[in-house]
Antibody, heavy 117, light 108 residues
Framework: QVQLQESGPGLVKPSETLSLTCTVS????????CNWIRQSPGKGLEWIGY???????NYNPSLKSRVTISVDTAKNQFSLKLSSVTAADTAVYYC???????????WGQGTLVTVSS | DIQMTQSPSTLYASVGDRVTITCRAS??????LAWYQQKPGKAPKLLMY???TLESGVPSRFSGSGSETEFSLTISSLQPDDFATYCC??????????FGQGTKVEIK
């Protein structure tokens, strides 16, 4: 059974960089698109971007200037960096896998990141 | 961005009811639509993709229909486990892929 697990700090100061890692177990990330998605408290889902296992990326234009997603196929992990965060970036961050540029079939449990001084 | 609008925002229903949720796209997305179920404190769970294809393991009481700009998710006989929030996702345009705001199904 494929499982995804997010890890990283739950509290980030304004203007700093949010960093999260997603570890995939029970299956390889090779051949898949590895996504980050967030959900602000009480709000809908917002796709942040993906990295293909080969390294190509695609980011949400609204966040593109602040987002970097990277992959480590040897560790079966991928990571998110979001720079210059503000309170508006407070959200539950999910990692999710998609077999194509489509729907997301496996998700991590989500991790709450709060931006506050 | 393609805007996805769901209706209603909240739906009150009883166990055994037939329930239909609608998702409208701001432009044609062909059949590139997925539906998810989300329970409080949990990640979304994929129910349906390509508008009407049931994800493996999802009960057959769930069905999807529609194309272009109008889509629906129907639960033929609502079960206690089905009280949750449902949202749609378009992936015709992946820059960016976008979600509806969600429809909460609550007990009447």
């Amino acid at each position: 059974q494929v499982q995804l697990q997010e890890s990283g700090p739950g509290l980030v100061k304004p203007s700093e960089t949010l960093s999260l890692t997603c570890t995939v177990s029970g299956g390889s990330i090779s051949g898949y698109y590895c996504n980050w998605i967030r959900q602000s408290p009480g709000k809908g889902l917002e796709w942040i971007g993906y990295i293909y296992y080969s390294g190509s990326t695609n980011y949400n234009p609204s966040l593109k200037s602040r987002v970097t997603i990277s992959v480590d196929t040897a560790k079966n992990q991928f990571s998110l960096k979001l720079s210059s965060v503000t309170a508006a970036d407070t959200a539950v961050y999910y990692c999710a896998r998609s077999p194509s540029r489509g729907s997301f079939d496996y998700w991590g449990q989500g991790t709450l990141v709060t931006v506050s001084s | 961005d393609i805007q996805m609008t769901q209706s209603p925002s909240t739906l009150y229903a009883s166990v055994g009811d037939r329930v239909t949720i609608t998702c409208r796209a701001s432009q044609s997305i062909s059949s590139w639509l997925a539906w998810y179920q989300q329970k409080p404190g949990k990640a979304p769970k994929l129910l349906m993709y390509k508008a009407s294809t049931l994800e493996s393991g999802v009960p057959s009481r769930f069905s999807g229909s529609g194309s272009e700009t109008e889509f629906s998710l129907t639960i033929s006989s609502l079960q206690p486990d089905d009280f949750a929030t449902y949202c749609c996702q378009q992936y015709n345009n992946y820059s960016p892929t976008t979600f509806g705001q969600g429809t909460k199904v609550e007990i009447k």
